[in-house]
């Protein structure tokens, strides 16, 4: 069975190793709250809001130790609503997990995104 894991966090500034930092901060934290085995991902969507140009999220997983897992980056549309300097995470797990014992996880401000979870 494959199920979706979503999350997101925000960075202060536009700074390559911020950025590497929260990516490491929230992959750790969804890992953490669903137990997962690395071995089970199979793929990573990560997209940013259009003022965070100084590093691919992607590349923050990577120095996570995330380097047998197909990563993907975007960038979000650019939308007056949004929360600026937004990183968002889509995880792709095989699991037998029920699709409602899923953790979403998200951090900083970006848990204005989903005032419903509680990490």
């Known amino acids: 069975m494959l199920r979706g894991i979503r999350g997101a966090t925000t960075v202060t500034a536009d700074i390559r190793e911020e950025i590497f930092e929260r990516v490491a901060e929230l992959l750790s934290a ?9 071995e089970d991902i199979g793929a990573v969507i990560f997209s940013t809001t259009p003022d965070l140009t100084a590093a691919f999220p992607a590349a923050g997983a990577r120095k996570l130790g995330w380097t047998q897992v197909p990563l993907f980056g975007t960038q979000e549309i650019e939308c007056p ?7 968002r995470v889509l995880i792709l797990w095989n699991t037998d997990t029920r699709q409602r014992d899923i953790k979403h996880v998200y951090l900083h401000d970006a ?8 990490l």
């Open 111 to 118: 848990t204005s995104l989903r005032q419903d979870i509680k």
């Open 81 to 87: 609503e949004a929360v600026p300097l937004c990183i």
């Open 30 to 38: 969804i890992v953490q709250e669903n137990a997962i085995d690395i």
